[in-house]
């Protein structure tokens, strides 16, 4: 047959309870002679500690047949009254026991004092609710803590299946802007649009491959960056510069992946580019451990349409992997991008 346990801890609780218990109990049923007859200390402690130990498993299958009909957490009120109720009347019977089993054996400087009996009732009742109020408690921090598991999990899912949409954002993006591009290379260049084909194909396969992780080293988004620009310059030419001034063990920083993509693409859509109006785009860091995007503010006449994708989106993945939000400044020369990196 197996023992009834109610919790890992109950040895813990015995080791603690019932020593101090039976020393009491025998105390309050016996008087000083328990103390003083080594007879009586000897088989009053033995028999104690053996009705204690019944008593306690007896009490675990009463606690735990409680609770399996009461399972919702917020019925803990009606469970801990009933546990009580319940542990009080079998662990008072198991006292009753004990008292007679003392006259009985005619037990050495034992007498059959009813005020004595009430007293140690009393005394193990206070005893029961100091264990069930424990038992409780301890239910009930691991049921928080359960909840907090689950509040945590469903959180991460969230934030997790948040940055996925983010991600997914990107990839359409740039293939709109590129699409766009393409098509009006065509028209003025077809060899370059050849080109530009080839080249789009080898960055979106870096794309794809990149945009599954929260974070990228600054080594490998400027890395990217670079094929990327070539990409752009097969369009714009000369037109087109981008200055790189990182300073040395930035490289190993992270940031979420195809950021400089983003920036750079949005720098190339807002702004003139032309041979006579070359657009500079300048990557930095400062001793702050900020990347930051810079360009020559030369806006378009006309106002080009944006999805708002692009800002947005890089402020949203900061937001989400819980890291300081990149700043965005402007002046009448310069437009400026800072960018935390992790």
Known sequence: MKIPVYSRYDWVLQIIVVPLYISILNWLLLGDDYWQNRTTLALATILAVVDSMLNWYVNNSIAIRINLMHPDPKDY???TIRRFL??????????GVLFFLYWFIALPGFEPEMG??????I???LIVAIVVITYESMDNFGNWQESRKEIDTLSKAQLQAQLDTLRQQVNPHFLFNSLNSLTALI???????????EELSSVYRYLLRSNESP???????????ESYYHLLKTRHGEALKLETRIQPGTEIRQLP????QLLVENAVKHNIILPEQPLTIVLTTNAHQHLIVSNNLQRKPSRVFSNGVGLSNILSKYQMLGQPAPTVEEDDREFRVTLPLV
């Open 77 to 79: 009120v009606v469970r």
């Open 86 to 95: 319940a542990c009080t009347i079998c662990s008072m019977l198991h006292v």
């Open 116 to 121: 004595r009996l009430a007293l140690a009732m």
């Open 123 to 125: 005394f193990t009742t």
């Open 187 to 197: 028209s003025e260049n077809p060899e370059k649009a050849e080109v530009f084909a």
């Open 215 to 225: 974070l990228t080293p600054l080594a490998s988004e400027l890395e990217f960056i």
């Open 257 to 260: 992946p195809l950021t400089l």
